[in-house]
């Protein structure tokens, strides 16, 4: 059983920085392609990063490439989004999801698990 629980969240000013956390409590974690998206206020969910199990390929939505930054620790069952040069526009509610695909997703409906979500405000 996958439960993923999101921190790291909170308020900053525009040009700061923000970790984001997402914990799995199962014990198959490495099996999981990984990844974040976030979702604005009467806006869809988008994609913002996912990894593949071992870590070594990524995938950034072209709005957060060279500002974020997805990691796993899959001793730790955990993946990571390292935000830099926020910007208001990121503001959303993210969430990290779980895939059983092999191969890296970018759509919601690839995604079979997800955490309740974690807020993040950009101020300007």
């Known amino acids: 059983q996958v439960q993923l629980v999101e921190s790291g969240g909170g308020l900053v000013q525009a040009g700061g920085s923000l970790r984001l956390s997402c914990a799995d409590s199962?014990?198959?974690?490495?099996?999981?392609?990984m990844a974040w998206f976030r979702q604005a206020p009467s806006k869809e969910r988008e994609f913002v990063a996912s990894?593949?199990?071992?870590?070594?390929?990524?995938y950034y939505a072209d709005s957060v490439k060279g500002r974020f930054t997805i990691s796993r620790d899959n001793a730790k069952n955990t993946v990571y989004l390292q935000m830099n040069s926020l910007k208001p526009e990121d503001t959303a509610v993210y969430y990290c999801?779980?895939?059983?695909?092999?191969?890296?997703?970018?759509?919601?409906?690839?995604?079979?698990?997800w955490g309740q979500g974690t807020q993040v405000t950009v101020s300007s």
């Open positions: 999801a779980a895939s059983v695909e092999i191969t890296i997703a970018t759509t919601p409906r690839r995604f079979d698990y």
């Open positions: 990894i593949s199990r071992s870590g070594v390929n990524r």
């Open positions: 199962g014990r198959t974690f490495s099996s999981y392609t």
